[in-house]
């Protein structure tokens, strides 16, 4: 990929897919990609490999179940899509069809919490916490456009299945350098170092925690933003990192508050017995969400930067 | 073509199947999906060791045809269909069939028994699988074909119409659907509850070439595997709908709603054994 892109600017994620899969079906000739009437941004390769190429129509259910039959042929799929209706009408083909099996599917789900703007039928606000329940499922939220490009290039070499959460994926902002980055499965990152707290996000959330944490360094809190971008395996010795040197931790996620990455991390305290200063989580409450952009859905319910800054303030100040 | 004696072969086989399966039955302790096993016993004989250009020695061969049981709950007769052509040992089945750890459960598992295609079980999800297999060796250009046997009661499931109109509109030739039209599901009689006919024209609809065999007819079945179309010849996806009856040969389970899935006590097993034995011997005699 030719595009140079610098910290703070924003680029289309669904266009990364597009050139990335380009780039890795020259390469592998078992790479298919599928969707159910999803994807302009696949339009490339559909051009450059029709016979690798599968739409199957308004159908999330039986494209991975498609999917399905295509890997236990020793190839590997890309499946996109939209996440509920690939998280929730599909559920049991990529449950039973795909975990069960272990089998090499990549979905690839757009419109991450409440960016889709189509409302609650079209909100994603479950699909971690249906996706990180499967047995041999790896489970990835976007943060930066290029690292869609890393995740799909590492998931070549992975035998199992993966999902992988982008927001809108329209216009994402680069939160690293192009060099600095290095992403892996099991691991998060730090996207802001920070000694007063740390802020656990994914997807998005990690700009929008990002600007919260320069808003408190005037302050005077400093505050550590750690993007756990793989969500399962979530990177244990991250966590306990953070917590050792920081203390207060917020979880902070554009998906339902309970179920997500927030009870990834409540639980591995709880298992190992780590006891952080503060926690408190910042996400989606118990409601169907209306209408609206991501950024009005994320003030509505609390989850913004202002939320962030205003909730530190209070707590450690 | 099959000769007479390849016909009477395929019979003595089925026979054997149905004493085998009612035995175990009777004597496991478990329970078996048994109206719906006697329903493929036929069918699953013709198909393993005649339709099928399969070779146990060599599971991953690419060019074996593939064979998706999407009616997973026929494991058994699977299985047992599979075991004369030397895929597994039959005692072995027997020994530890929906034991701890066994490889051998009430529906299939490829992770514990690679020998099987794929793991099945929970109802309409096997046409988009074979679907899947379909079109990966139509793009390498494999001639093999993929088979894909279903009930006719999991074809309520919207997710087979969805595969099945994916299978035309991606001129599937390579995929053979056989449908077991047993017209029973575990709680009702499918046309009672869901009216599925006229239920050939529906496939015909979907763009599939279709053949209507009565699937207890073992020349019938062979004839409508001898004239599948070759995945060269033909674009269309091709269904086999084979007319069934639950619990077929065993005349208290016959048509009985109570049979879908049970255990036989030993009074009841020699009954049902009487009853295929009693047949066999007329088929025998007939000869």
Redesign the interface.
Known sequence: MAITLNFGDFFSGRSVIGDTVLELGAKHDNLWVLTPDIGGALGGYKKEFP??F?D??I?E??C????????????ICIVMGMIPFLSMRAT??VR??IC???LNVRIIGTGGGLTSGGGSTHNAMEDIAIMKSFVNMTVFSISDPLMIRDILILSMEHQGPMFMRLAEGKKDRVMYEQDARSFGIGRGAIAREGKDATIFCHGEMVGEAYDAAEILKGEGIDVRVADMYCIKPVDEELIKKCVDETGNVLVLEDHLMYGGLASTISDFFVDNKVVPKTFKRLGIPQVYAGFGSGPEQRKKYGYDVTAVVDYFKKTLK | MATQQEIYHLKELAHDMRVKLLTLCGTYGGVLHIGGDLSMTDLMIAIYNYGLNVDSSDIALPTRDRF?LSKGHGAMAMYTAMSYKGFFNYDDIVKTYGKLDSAYGMHPC??RLPGV???S??LG?G???????????K?KKQNHRVFCYMGDGETCE??IW??A??AH??DLGNLIGVIDRNKQMMTSFSEESMKMDPYPDKWKAFGWDVTEIDGHNMEEIVNALDHLKKPNETDKPQAIVANTVKGKGVSFMERNIGWHAGMLSEEDMNKALKDVNDAWDKERGAK
């Open positions: 016979d690798r599968v199957v129509g159908a259910a039986n991975l179940g498609v999917a399905a039959g295509l890997a236990l042929e020793g190839n049991e083909q039973t069809d069960y099996q272990n | 998706v490829k992770v295609e794929t793991s079980g929970s999800h046409l988009s699988i074979a679907v899947g297999m379909a079109i990966s060796a793009q919207g997710s969805e595969a109109m994916a509109a991606k």
